[in-house]
Nanobody, 127 residues
Framework: QVQLVESGGGLVQAGGSLRLSCAASGGTFSTRTMGWFRQAPGKERGFVAAISRSGDSAYYADSVKDRFTISRDNAKNTVYLQLNSLKPEDTAVYYC????????????????????WGQGTQVTVSS
């Protein structure tokens, strides 16, 4: 069973930056595509970014492209999300997620394709 624990959320002013981390345990991290989703109050959970098993390929929602960067360190079993140029509309709970081993990157933005989820970390951006 894979456990995911997010950290790094907080309160930041618009234009600021945060770095989210997600530590994985209980499975073979390097065999899993990893992703980040977010959910704002009253809204559905939506795709933010994902990264392939090797880290060679990254995928982003249009709303965060050129502002957010996803990366991973397979030696540390950790995936990161660097959030830059934050906007109030980025305020949400951010969730780390993992696919099953060797599942690949088809339907990369579909939450149903991710089998394991963390508890989430709150990001609040003030105007």
């Amino acid at each position: 069973q894979v456990q995911l624990v997010e950290s790094g959320g907080g309160l930041v002013q618009a234009g600021g930056s945060l770095r989210l981390s997600c530590a994985a345990s209980g499975g073979t991290f390097s065999t899993r595509t990893m992703g980040w989703f977010r959910q704002a109050p009253g809204k559905e959970r939506g795709f933010v970014a994902a990264i392939s098993r090797s880290g060679d390929s990254a995928y982003y929602a249009d709303s965060v492209k050129d502002r957010f960067t996803i990366s991973r360190d397979n030696a540390k079993n950790t995936v990161y999300l660097q959030l830059n140029s934050l906007k109030p509309e980025d305020t949400a709970v951010y969730y780390c997620c993992a696919r099953r081993q060797y599942q690949g990157t088809k339907r990369i933005n579909a939450s149903q394709e991710y089998a394991y989820w963390g508890q989430g970390t709150q990001v609040t951006v003030s105007s």
